[in-house]
T-cell receptor
Framework: DTEVTQTPKHLVMGMTNKKSLKCEQH?????MYWYKQKAKKPPELMFVYSYEKLSINESVPSRFSPECPNSSLLNLHLHALQPEDSALYLCASSYGLGSGNTIYFGEGSWLTVV | GENVEQHPSTLSVQEGDSAVIKCTYS??????FPWYKQELGKRPQLIIDIRSNVGEKKDQRIAVTLNKTAKHFSLHITETQPEDSAVYFCAAPLGDSNYQLIWGAGTKLIIKP
């Protein structure tokens, strides 16, 4: 099983709403990631968790709040987003953080902020 | 820091012909070079990767070559098929950190029937 599962697949939210994106993997991977991808651009790293602890926050605004409840789950809480935050949000995982560990992506959550 | 340049940005080839996409990197400590394929509306998926201790790796119609001296690596697709149409991204890590993966800008590959 090389699946990273994300829900919801599509989300439309207003600028005052609070919503969450969810991600799950059962590959025993210890590293999990959130990426943001705009159209025609490569994925842009947002957060990295290693062994359920936040390792990297790539200067992401506080309106995005990650959470790792356990080694298989990763959430991204959204609050007071802006229209420019509309994008594809990709969850990913890898066995470890070292170079050479394949990063597996989920199908993504398409977010539209209105 | 690491910088990855990818060319061309768009590549159109006749079905059955070969396609080559090139990337250059700047960090000589980089030792792992993955290639991802992203079909329209889908997730990026690893199609092949190469480590710095080898010069070439093949998997059926796909191959990757690495020139460490010149700091460039290339993706080769032979006998292209319609399902090869996608955006291809190369990447290189900053040092030995997987999370610090620097991505190329992407190449849109169009296979003409």
């Amino acid at each position: 099983d090389t699946e990273v599962t994300q829900t919801p697949k599509h989300l439309v939210m207003g600028m005052t709403n609070k919503k969450s994106l969810k991600c799950e993997q059962h590959m025993g991977h210890r590293a999990m990631y959130w990426y943001k991808q705009k159209a025609k651009k490569p994925p842009e790293l947002m957060f990295v968790y290693s062994y359920e602890k936040l390792s990297i926050n790539e200067s992401v605004p506080s309106r995005f709040s990650p959470e790792c409840p356990n080694s298989s789950l990763l959430n991204l809480h959204l609050h007071a987003l802006q229209p420019e935050d509309s994008a594809l949000y990709l969850c990913a995982s890898s066995y470890g953080l070292g170079s050479g560990n394949t990063i597996y992506f989920g199908e993504g959550s398409w977010l539209t902020v209105v | 820091g690491e910088n990855v340049e990818q060319h061309p940005s768009t590549l159109s080839v006749q079905e059955g012909d070969s396609a080559v996409i090139k990337c250059t990197y700047s960090d000589s400590a980089s030792n792992y070079f993955p290639w991802y394929k992203q079909e329209l509306g889908k997730r990026p998926q690893l199609i092949i990767d190469i480590r710095s201790n080898v010069g070439e790796k093949k998997d059926q119609r796909i191959a990757v070559t690495l020139n460490k001296t010149a700091k460039h690596f290339s993706l080769h697709i032979t006998e292209t098929q319609p399902e090869d149409s996608a955006v291809y991204f190369c990447a290189a890590p900053l040092g030995d950190s997987n999370y610090q993966l620097i991505w190329g800008a992407g190449t849109k590959l169009i296979i003409k029937p």
